[in-house]
């Protein structure tokens, strides 16, 4: 019996019964090694890194829930220093440490990158090439980000960062 990858077509060999003209199919181990992921799963922070973006994933109160390599690059802090933070508290923005709370002042009232994110939530349409500014304490950083509706989620690509 001819033995065949159901991939690539690949002739892997014979088994018995050796006059048998019948074909069996396998994945030989250089498939497998490609569509191992997709196979076996791919992990959502393996998924995040795959992208040459800052990536940013946040629930419906605006909680960072997932993030990517490049975004700790951009704000200098792990994965696990921001999970679980408001958007204003990981990126430090001034008015974040108001008695208010992020997302409770009267400057978040006109935060476009808080606009733009729950306008993507509320809506489910993607906000696409936002231009948005950070305001942290010492300086104002001007971005462009993208924003779609995951699910429940909503994804935050930050595009360009002046």
Known sequence: MKIICSYCKKDVGEKEPFDDDSVSHIICSECFDYFEEQIMGLSLERYLDKFKA???????????????????KMTGKSRREVFGLLGGEAMECAYARLAEGCGKTVHCETCTIRRTIMKAMDSGEPQLHAHVTLKQADREIKMTISTDKIGELVRIVIENVN
């Open 54 to 72: 800052p990536i940013i994933i946040v629930d419906a109160d605006s909680r960072i829930l997932a993030s990517n390599k490049m975004a700790e």
